[in-house]
Nanobody, 125 residues
Framework: EVHLVESGGGLVQAGGSLRLSCAAS????????ICWFRQAPGKEHEGVSCLDTRDGSTDYAASVMGRFTMSIDTKNTVYLQMNNLKPEDTAVYYCAADAALAGIWPLPASILDYWGNGTLVTVSS
């Protein structure tokens, strides 16, 4: 059973940085899409970025391009480095994974199989 646990959220001022972590377990994750989604109050899930575990390639939403960087380490912990944060980045951030969707971008939230419980990021102006 795949298990995803996010951490690293918190309160930060605009212009600041945070690094989110997603500890992934229950699989080798050799051919997975592992993604970050976010959901702001009253809004739908928004795809932030995805990583293809076959080659480590990443894709990003236009709204975070150049500010956010996604990476993975050898223990299958996925990171989202968020720099120059803006108030509109305020949301609950979720880690999601799927074994059949590696390399596809963008991905609708509804089709990924595995989800974490989320971590809240609040950016004050």
């Amino acid at each position: 059973e795949v298990h995803l646990v996010e951490s690293g959220g918190g309160l930060v001022q605009a212009g600041g940085s945070l690094r989110l972590s997603c500890a992934a377990s229950g699989s080798t994750f050799r051919d997975y899409a592992i993604c970050w989604f976010r959901q702001a109050p009253g809004k739908e899930h928004e795809g932030v970025s995805c990583l293809d575990t076959r080659d480590g390639s990443t894709d990003y939403a236009a709204s975070v391009m150049g500010r956010f960087t996604m990476s993975i380490d050898t223990k299958n912990t996925v990171y989202l480095q968020m720099n120059n944060l803006k108030p509109e980045d305020t949301a609950v951030y979720y880690c999601a994974a799927d074994a059949a969707l590696a390399g596809i971008w963008p991905l609708p939230a509804s089709i990924l199989d595995y989800w974490g419980n989320g971590t809240l990021v609040t950016v004050s102006s």
